[in-house]
């Protein structure tokens, strides 16, 4: 699998060091607030995982999966929600987690899907951003790295569901994209 790897873009302790920062920044903002953090699968997992433990205040977690229709590496726009929240969330402050903003398609859908729910507020927190091929205007409140237009896998990003599990981020040989093995 590591043989796949082009190059490291975040290391592991980069990684980890980051993710205590935004813990410590939230653990401020929403110290007092009733928080939900609402990952989306699967890619946010490992970050959500991560994440939360940084955060001391009390919280509560749930799941969105969503899936965009059309190609794979690329969001289309069209999201169609695969698995919702449990509960309502109008007494609550969400916090959004997700591994990497793209074109933004995929979190302006979803905003706007739970905007509609009236919670009290809704932020984003992102590991990984790539302002380069936004498509609609939306600015991650906390955002973990900003990154060039290169496919990445690792730490919850995948290549056809493999990487997921890799404990840093890595740009992909060409080589592993045309023959998957
Ligand atoms: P949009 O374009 O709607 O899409 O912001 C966000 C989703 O697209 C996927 N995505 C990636 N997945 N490496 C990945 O493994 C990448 O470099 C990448 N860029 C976009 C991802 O599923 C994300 O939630
Ligand atoms: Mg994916």
Do not use: W
């Not at 939900?36 to 749930?62: H, N, Q, S």
């Not at 040989?173 to 093995?181: F, N, V």
């Amino acid at each position: 699998m590591e043989e796949k790897i082009g190059k490291i873009l975040l290391c592991r302790e980069e990684i980890q060091k980051r993710v205590a920062e935004l813990g410590e920044e939230i653990t401020r903002d929403y110290k007092g607030k009733n928080l939900l953090v609402v990952a989306i699968l699967k890619g946010a997992v490992p970050f959500m995982a991560d994440l939360i433990r940084e955060i001391k205040t009390p919280l509560k977690y749930d799941f969105m999966a969503v899936s965009s229709y059309g190609a794979s590496t690329h969001s289309s726009g069209v999201v169609r929600i695969m698995k919702d929240l449990e509960r309502s969330v109008e007494d609550v402050h969400i916090l959004i987690v997700e591994d990497i903003i793209d074109t933004g398609l995929t979190l302006k859908y979803l905003k706007e899907n739970l905007v509609a729910r009236n919670p009290l507020s809704i932020k984003v927190a992102t590991l990984l951003d790539k302002p380069d091929r936004r498509k609609a205007d939306v600015v991650p409140e906390y955002n973990g790295f900003t990154i060039p237009d290169e496919f990445v896998v690792g730490y919850g990003l995948d290549f056809d569901e493999q990487y997921r599990n890799l404990p840093y981020v890595g740009i992909l040989k060409p080589e592993a994209y045309l023959s998957e093995g």
